[in-house]
């Protein structure tokens, strides 16, 4: 069983800050890509950022030179630092892994619960 678990959403005002994170646990024997999506009320999910094991990263249009998306390989974890805040961030915020449970099994792809961030003023 594996486990993603987001932290760190909340309220804050336009041009703020925040900082979520993620952290996989339970059997994982690698994880591949990892991801942040979001999910705002009324629309369907977006990808935000996603990277590679190795480091590469991409980001949405709407989120570039305003989000950055980093992991921990020796951790499983992976953080998103969110600056400059606008109120058309609010959304629920997923984290997405890519894993392996054991060396010769297949990927899958697992999501946590959601963290809720609001910006407004």
């Known amino acids: 069983q594996v486990q993603l678990v987001e932290s760190g959403g909340g309220l804050v005002q336009p041009g703020g800050s925040l900082r979520l994170s993620c952290a996989a646990s339970?059997?994982?024997?690698?994880?591949?890509?990892m991801s942040w999506y979001r999910q705002a009320p009324g629309k369907q999910r977006e990808l935000v950022a996603v990277?590679?094991?190795?480091?590469?990263?991409n980001y949405a249009n709407s989120v570039k030179g305003r989000f950055t998306i980093s992991r921990d390989n020796a951790k499983n974890t992976m953080d998103l630092q969110m600056n400059s805040l606008k109120p058309e961030d609010t959304a629920v915020y997923y984290c997405?892994?890519?894993?392996?449970?054991?060396?010769?099994?297949?990927?899958?792809?697992?999501w946590g619960q959601g963290t809720q961030v609001t910006v407004s003023s």
């Open positions: 990277i590679a094991s190795g480091g590469n990263t």
């Open positions: 997405n892994a890519n894993f392996k449970m054991h060396s010769s099994s297949r990927y899958i792809t697992g």
């Open positions: 339970g059997s994982i024997f690698s994880i591949a890509s």
